[in-house]
C-alpha cells in the first residue's frame, strides 16, 4: 500500500511513519515544514532501513497535489497536518480555520479528483466540548469547543461526515486522540516544539535538561483529587499503532466513523510529575500558578470501541512514556538541532 501522510514530519506523524515503513507500506510524506524538521524524516529511514518520498508542500496548494496524486499511486490519506496551539488559536483564528478546515477541503477535493477514497483524520478529545460527561464516549454529541483549535477539528469532523454521506465510496475515520506523549523507545525521535513549549510534558522534560527554569502548574484548586488536572496521557506509538489497525478498518467500507484513542485512565499534573521524576532521577521544581484559560479540570477515555472494532488497545503505560520522553530528551537536548 501507499500512504501518503500530510504533516508527516511532525510529533505523531513522524513516529506514524516508522510504523509504516517497517510494516512494509510505501509512504510519501507532505509536509510544509512549518512546525517541523526534515532531520525527523531523514531518522525515521535510518531507523525503518527504508526511504520515504518526501515532498515538502503545504495541503492548501492544489498543484502541488494534483503533481503528488499523478506522480504517486496514492491508496490511502493520513491527514495530520494542522497547526495545533490551542492559545495561539484564539490569537489567529482566521489561520486556524483557513489552515486546518480549508486546508483539508482542498485536500479532499484533490483526493476525489485522483480517485483516491481512504481517508484518516488527526481529530482530538476537545471535540467534546466543556460539557460531556467523562469518560468521553463516542456516542455523545460533539461541540461546545473552547477554542477556534477545537471548533476547527470539529468543523472538519462534520465535513468528513456530510461527505461521506454525499460519496458512498469514501471512506473516513476520525481518531479522536486524547493526549499524546512519549517518544520512540529508540531515543531518535520525540516531540520538538519550537519556543517555549505549551504541553505538559515537554515543559517538564525541558525543566529537567535546565533550558528551563521550573513548571507552573495551572491551577491547583479543581474538583479533582489532588486539586490539579486530569489527563488521558497515551504513549505516541501505542497512537501511531493505531493508525495502522485504522488503515486496515478501512478496507471494510466504513463511510464516517469517530474512535476514541486514548488509555481510559486520567493521571494529574502532580501525577506526571512525580512519575517523569521517578523515571528521569531528576527533581522538578514546580509552582502552582492560576488556572490556565480554557483548561476542563478532568477528562479521559472510553476507548472500548476502537478496542472492540479495531483490535486496538494501548498496551504501553506511564513509566514507558517518562522513560522514552527522557531518553528523547537527554539524547537531544535541543531537539534535532
Ligand atoms: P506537529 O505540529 O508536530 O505536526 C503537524 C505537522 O503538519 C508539522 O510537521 C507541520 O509542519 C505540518 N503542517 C502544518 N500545516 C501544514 C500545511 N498547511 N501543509 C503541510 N504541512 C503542514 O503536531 P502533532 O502533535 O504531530 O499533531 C498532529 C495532528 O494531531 C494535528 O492535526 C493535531 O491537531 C492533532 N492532535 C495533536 C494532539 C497533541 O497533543 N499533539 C492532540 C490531539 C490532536
Ligand atoms: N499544564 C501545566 N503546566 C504547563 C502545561 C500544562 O500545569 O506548563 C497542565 C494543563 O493545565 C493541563 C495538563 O497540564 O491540566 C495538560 O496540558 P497540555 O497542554 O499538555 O494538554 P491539554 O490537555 O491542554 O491539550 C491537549 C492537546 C490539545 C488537545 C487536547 C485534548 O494539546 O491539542 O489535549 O485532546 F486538544
Known sequence: MAILVTGGAGYIGSHTVLALLQRGDDVVVLDNLSNASQESIRRVEKLAGKSAVFVEGDVLDRACLRDLFAAHQIDAVIHFAALKAVGESTR?????????????????????????????????????????????????????????????????????????????????????????????????????????????LPYIAQVAIGRLPQLGVFGGDYPTPDGTCQRDYIHVMDLAEGHLKALDHLAKNTGYTAYNLGAGKGYSVLEMIKAFEKASGKTIPFEIKPRRAGDLAAFWADASLADRELDWRVSRGIDEMMRDTWNWQSKNPNGFN
Open 92 to 200: 489567529k483564528p482566521l489561520e486556524y480555520y483557513e489552515n486546518n478546515v480549508s486546508g483539508t477541503v482542498v485536500l479532499l477535493e484533490e483526493m476525489r479528483a485522483a480517485n483516491v477514497w481512504n481517508f484518516i483524520f488527526s481529530s482530538s478529545a476537545t471535540v467534546y466540548g466543556e460539557h460531556a460527561p467523562v469518560p468521553y464516549v463516542e456516542t455523545t454529541q460533539i461541540g461546545g469547543t473552547t477554542s477556534p483549535y477545537g471548533t476547527s477539528k470539529l468543523m472538519i469532523e462534520w465535513v468528513l461526515r456530510d461527505f461521506a454521506k454525499a460519496e458512498p465510496q469514501f471512506n473516513t475515520i476520525a481518531l479522536r486522540y486524547f493526549n499524546p506523549v512519549g517518544a520512540h523507545e529508540s531515543g531518535e525521535i520525540g516531540e520538538d516544539p519550537s519556543g517555549i513549549p505549551n504541553n505538559l
